[in-house]
T-cell receptor, first 114, second 109 residues
Framework: NAGVTQTPKFRVLKTGQSMTLLCAQD?????MYWYRQDPGMGLRLIHY???????AKGEVPDGYNVSRLKKQNFLLGLESAAPSQTSVYFC?????????????FGDGTRLSIL | QKEVEQDPGPLSVPEGAIVSLNCTYS??????FMWYRQYSRKGPELLMY????GNKEDGRFTAQVDKSSKYISLFIRDSQPSDSATYLC?????????FGKGTRLSVIA
């Protein structure tokens, strides 16, 4: 039972390069989320999706784009990576959102931008 | 003022101690309260879930919610070295979960 799987687990990029982080869930959850976690800042919501084909901005969306073409997948893109985007990125999913549904997390992608 | 405040610690206790972790919040609309545990280099995992005010107990863990004071707590009894982790509070009503910054706990054998 995989739950939430993030690919890749580690990545080093140069400033200006682009990349896509992939999140896959096998729990048939409607809602999916992307967070970044930085020392002293906690978890901050980047973007989220309330269903296939939908996306919405979170607390820190600038510099990121997302797509939810399939219910089980949620992609996070960095078009032109900046050192400020060095972070640990977590994907999460929940059956529905808002009304107290717990979120299930992947184990993160550690991204360094040089 | 951030919506959810949590002391980052670190908190270091001897094995067997009772641990108290706390969060305060400002949004009175929050009805659902959760505690997540995050081990080093892992994602957060749900530990406790409480709706509205009151207590909930699960083994060595007790979650308390005081909505009148906008204050939630997690108590760990007979703490073990395996409890060493970062504990994050989270809460919401009709929004994505809002997280505290987490408290790092070390239980020393």
């Amino acid at each position: 039972n995989a739950g939430v799987t993030q690919t890749p687990k580690f990545r080093v990029l140069k400033t200006g390069q682009s990349m896509t982080l992939l999140c896959a869930q096998d729990m048939n959850h409607e809602y999916m989320y992307w967070y970044r976690q930085d020392p002293g800042m906690g978890l901050r919501l980047i973007h989220y999706s309330v269903g296939e084909g939908t996306t919405a901005k979170g607390e820190v969306p600038d510099g990121y784009n997302v797509s939810r073409l399939k219910k089980q997948n949620f992609l996070l893109g960095l078009e032109s990576a900046a050192p400020s985007q060095t972070s640990v990125y977590f994907c999460a999913s929940s059956y529905v959102g808002g009304t107290g549904q717990p979120q299930h997390f992947g184990d993160g992608t550690r991204l360094s931008i040089l | 003022q951030k919506e959810v405040e949590q002391d980052p610690g670190p908190l270091s206790v001897p094995e067997g101690a009772i641990v108290s972790l706390n969060c305060t919040y400002s949004n009175s609309a929050f009805q659902y309260f959760m505690w997540y545990r995050q081990y080093s280099r892992k994602g957060p995992e749900l530990l406790m879930y409480t709706y509205s005010s009151g207590n909930k107990e699960d083994g060595r863990f007790t979650a308390q919610v005081d909505k009148s004071s906008k204050y939630i707590s997690l108590f760990i009894r007979d703490s073990q070295p395996s409890d060493s982790a970062t504990y994050l509070c989270a809460m919401n009503q009709d929004t994505p979960l809002v997280f505290g910054k987490g408290t790092r706990l070390s239980v020393i054998a």
